[in-house]
């Protein structure tokens, strides 16, 4: 490395220091990511590494110029990644993860030639450990040879026969771990990779293997005497208990042992070749736990949950889904295609959009009908498809869960029966109550008019009729005229005020509240429903409850304009924003049949309909709330279909300001509104 690629590292790693745990938990987070496998190579509290990662990177960087000072280190960390099963890959993998790293803690500063000095570095650590790990693997061939022999029934090394001194290199030469037991009191001879095994017991080379293993003895002693017969023995995860480290430990191998025979033919040795599985074995328990906590899950579920391969053949059905769709048993869920237990009509339809949905998004959802297999039965269900895939992202399966609607959707139309009923008790009181007050207060100026005229004719019949008692009383008749009319107009508007307590309420709440209410009834006339809420709309002082029966009205209204659409989509729009002067405009826009232009000035009229079974009083109504209110209500033509209903309300209590049609629009007519997308007429 030059001194300038020892000063970018330096320097850089400056910077990191004042967040070095931060920096740690962020490189492991990474490692574990791209390398999930190395995981378990470390301690499930990684307090304790994170610091000594750190403080490694710190005497990396700061010994560059003096490199020889931290060898030794580097090389005792090299060694022990022997015993860990660290690979050359697995030191590729720590290097992207530490660049990784520094990119994100330095940003802007992580500059090329900072990335190309930190890569130098790394390069030279990384050499370091894996030039020790490769030594390691010659230790106990040192070992052996320096090993004091001739105190053993081995003899000398120049002793041994040939058959000993290649099972010896046999050994030696091969990264599994093996051991050999040899002669009559089974000497111990190992290899690197057996070292491990030992855990901190005192070195075992050159003693009685069932010595070594003297916990195991029982076990191990007819396992033994076996393979000195001729008999090789294998054993998968056999568990043993255990005092390697200085505590008792169950743990799990697989291993071999075979006979080893010397030049005459006889059985002089064991060859034993052991792999310790404890954390497999774990592992494998934990996952059948898992599978096991899922499996219980699936099968308790009252939803139907099924697994089908790409092709669409089933794989699983869980007992509530062959109740659900009346099968007998899983066999009989598996011999039909997955597309079966949907409706007739729907097949095409999850072949064709709902399954590559699926594989395109990764999900896909949405209700259809389910058609029962014993008796043709179908009922709604709300469907979610996903696909079950490899690491490598190659799909092997698809799975959903499903949930009967049919009692949702009972209650759903037990629910709009009833507000129907509610809607048509509270119309027949409001005229109920209109037709008392009407009968009441009009009944004197009309009882006025008729004696009047009673009198205009006895006067018109006398043979010299008295003109000037004429017409004063048909001045008396066109004073109570206009009597009764004020009447009619006091009523209305008796009927038009909100209630006298009034409070700060969010529009956008009373739309979405609305909405939420109209949901099933607008999915079941298959409207589309978009909303555009401007946020931190202002408050205005209102009644809640009337407001909400303004869009109420206004939304029902539009869904009932676009029952009769068939050729194009039934959109409902439903936008708010805020006006110059400060009000609130709410709009909902429809895209049905619109409205006949010379009725577009009579809507709001009283009694004035265009239904076939309407009474002509709710848009009456509605406008007389918004007037109370201090707002306007007023509607216009969409383009290019359907009609919008436009609310304004203001801020403060009172009216908002008023424009005529000479004013012009809140929003230029004919244009599209930049926050609602809707077209907008002049406030009339």
Request: hydrophobic letters at 45%; aromatic letters at 8%; glycine letters at 6%.
């Amino acid at each position: 490395m030059t001194p300038e690629q020892v000063k970018l590292v330096q320097d850089s790693f400056a910077k990191v220091v004042p967040i070095a745990d931060a920096a740690a938990d962020l490189f492991y987070d990474r490692l574990f990511t791209i390398a999930p496998e190395v995981r378990t190579l470390f301690p499930k509290d990684m307090t304790e590494q994170k610091k000594k990662f750190m403080h490694m990177i710190a005497a990396a960087a700061t010994n560059l110029h003096q490199v020889e000072k931290i060898i030794p280190a580097v090389e005792d960390l090299g060694r022990r990644h022997v015993t860990y099963g660290v690979t050359d890959s697995h030191y590729e993998r720590v290097g992207e993860a530490l660049l990784w790293t520094l990119e994100q803690k330095l940003g802007p500063s992580f500059t090329p030639k900072v990335r190309e000095a930190w890569t130098a570095t790394y390069a030279t650590v990384a050499g370091v450990m894996k030039n020790a790990a490769a030594a390691a693997w010659t230790q106990m061939s040192a070992l052996i040879r320096a090993y004091d022999w001739s105190a053993t029934p081995l003899g000398p090394m120049q002793s041994w026969p040939q058959s000993l001194k290649t099972a010896v290199d046999l050994l030696l030469a091969n990264r599994f771990a093996i051991a050999l037991a040899w002669g009559p009191e089974l000497t111990l001879i190992y290899n690197d990779a057996y070292r491990p095994l030992l855990g901190t017991r005192p070195e075992a080379l050159g003693r009685p293997f069932l010595e070594v293993w003297a916990e195991v003895r029982e076990t191990l002693t007819p396992m033994v005497e076996s393979a000195l017969a001729g008999k090789s023995t294998y054993f998968e995860n056999r568990p043993f208990s255990l005092t390697r480290y200085g505590y008792p430990e169950e743990t799990y191998f697989t291993f071999c042992l075979s006979p080893v025979r010397d030049e005459r033919g006889a059985n002089a040795g064991v060859l034993i070749t052991a792999v310790e599985t404890t954390k497999q074995v774990a592992a494998n328990r934990a996952r059948e736990m898992r599978l096991a906590h899922l499996a219980a899950v699936v099968e308790q579920s009252r939803d139907f949950i099924g697994v089908c391969n790409p092709e669409g053949t089933p794989l699983y059905v869980n007992e509530a889904g062959l109740r659900l769709m009346g099968l007998g048993g899983l066999d009989a869920a598996c011999a039909v295609h997955f597309t079966e237990y949907f409706a007739e009509r729907d097949r095409a339809f999850v072949r064709g959009e709902a399954t590559p949905t699926c594989e395109r998004d990764g999900f896909w959802e949405g209700e259809l009908t389910f058609r029962r297999f014993d008796d043709g039965r179908e009922f709604p269900v709300l469907v979610n498809i996903f696909p079950v895939r490899t690491a490598e992202g190659r799909t092997i399966a698809y799975a959903t869960l499903t949930r009967d609607l049919t009692e949702k959707k009972r209650v759903e139309q037990m629910l709009r029966k009833t507000r129907s009923e509610l809607a048509r008790i509270a119309r027949q009181t409001t005229m109920g109550e209109m037709t008392a007050s009407i009968a009441h207060d009009i009944k004197q100026p009309l009882a006025a008019i008729v004696t009047n005229g009673n009198a205009v004719l006895r006067w018109l019949a006398s043979a010299t009729p008295d003109l000037d008692e004429v017409r004063a009383a048909l001045k008396r008749i066109i004073n109570d005229g206009h009597r009764a009319s004020q009447v009619i107009a006091s009523i209305r508007a008796m009927f038009g005020k909100g209630a006298q307590e009034r409070a700060r309420v969010d529009v956008n709440d009373v739309v979405n509240e609305v909405l939420a209410l109209m949901q099933a009834e607008l999915h079941g006339q298959h409207v589309s429903v978009k909303s555009e809420l401007l946020d931190e709309l202002p408050q205005v002082l209102a009644h809640r409850v009337q407001l909400q029966q303004v869009i109420l009205n206004l939304i029902t209204n539009a869904a009932e304009a676009m029952h009769a659409i068939t050729d194009r989509a039934r959109m409902l729009r439903v936008t708010s924003q805020k006006q110059d002067d400060g009000s609130v405009l709410v709009a909902v826009a429809d895209s049905g049949t619109g409205i006949d232009p010379d009725d577009m000035d009579r809507i709001f009229d009283a009694f004035f309909t265009t239904k076939d079974n309407g009474m002509g009083m709710g848009l009456s109504i509605c406008r007389s709330i918004v007037k109370a209110h201090g707002g306007r209500l007023w509607a216009s033509a969409g383009v290019p279909h359907g009609s919008i209903f436009h609310v304004v309300l203001p801020t403060d209590g009172g009216a908002s300001r008023k424009m005529d049609r000479a004013d012009g629009p809140v929003l230029k007519a004919g244009r599209p509104a930049a926050d609602t997308g809707l077209e907008t007429s002049p406030i009339p």
